[in-house]
């Protein structure tokens, strides 16, 4: 049974809304050259990986991430590369394990369905395989033993080839982290200036400083009013009706 910290942390990443930028199908297609050297030198991609997980900061390596009852008390913050290079060639699964959940807590992506079928059908075939490798050293048939190392191939196979996505996804998500693919999503915005009540002009926030009328517009020079060539003692109203008081004399009082 897992521990209950363990269960509230995979029940909250069933929550997370962003996913990765890439699903396990379509990361060979998005970097081909890193997903062969993720295959044929799986360990140090693996350590490299979980370095720039930590952003090249080793004092805050903990030994699997600290997903794991021996997290902390391996001796790390005495040598951590060490250790993490004993961590990545001797629980090489864990250890890409551990950078998949540390990428996933640290900007909340949830893995896809997809993927958590492919990453279960890797462990129920290595399960599988292994079961079969026990009943056939135990009954000791030449045909279920040769049938039972052709299984192992096949999961060792599907495990490399899985495992070895699995850090081309990590790599490409730190890619987008570290803004190789534009904007960084958790870039720190420009500081802002509060406008102050004794202040004439509020700042210019966002928008370069600029007078009115903009560059580019016809200047025209300042004038009074009333404009020039406007009379200046405009002629009275005439009286309406001419010549006669208000009220008429014919209206009765």
């Known amino acids: 049974m897992a521990p209950k910290f363990d269960t509230e942390k995979m029940k909250e990443r069933q929550n997370f809304r962003n996913v990765w930028h890439t699903d396990l199908t379509h990361t060979i297609q998005n970097d081909t050259p890193y997903c062969c050297f993720a295959l044929w030198c799986a360990p140090c ?26 997290s902390g008390r391996c001796g790390e913050t005495k040598c951590p590369q060490l250790c993490l290079a004993t961590e990545v060639f001797c629980c090489f699964g864990t250890s890409v394990a551990s950078t998949r959940f ?4 640290e900007f909340q992506i ?18 599988v395989a292994c079961i079969f490798s026990i009943v056939a050293c135990i009954v000791g048939i030449d ?3 040769e049938a039972s190392q052709l299984l192992s191939c096949v999961a060792d196979m599907v495990y490399c080839t899985v495992c070895a ?7 490409v998500e730190m890619d987008k982290r570290d803004g190789k693919f534009g904007p ?18 509020p700042p210019a926030i966002g928008y370069p400083p600029q007078g009115y009328p903009p560059s580019g517009y016809p200047q025209h020079p300042p004038q009074g009013y009333p404009p020039s060539g406007y009379p200046q003692n405009p002629p009275a109203y005439p009286q309406y009706p001419p ?10 009082k």
């Open 110 to 127: 949830q893995t896809t369905q997809c993927d958590n079928c492919i990453i279960g059908f890797m462990v129920c075939l290595s399960q």
């Open 165 to 171: 996505c699995m850090q081309t996804q990590h790599k």
């Open 143 to 145: 045909e279920l033993s």
């Open 102 to 105: 540390l990428l996933q807590d």
């Open 243 to 252: 010549g006669q008081a208000y009220p008429p004399q014919a209206y009765p």
């Open 184 to 201: 960084q999503p958790m870039a720190v915005p420009p500081p802002q200036v509060m406008s102050r009540i004794d202040q004439a002009t």
């Open 45 to 70: 991609a693996s350590y490299l990986l979980r370095k720039r997980a930590l952003y090249n900061d080793m004092s805050r390596y903990t030994c699997c991430a600290g997903y794991m009852p021996c």
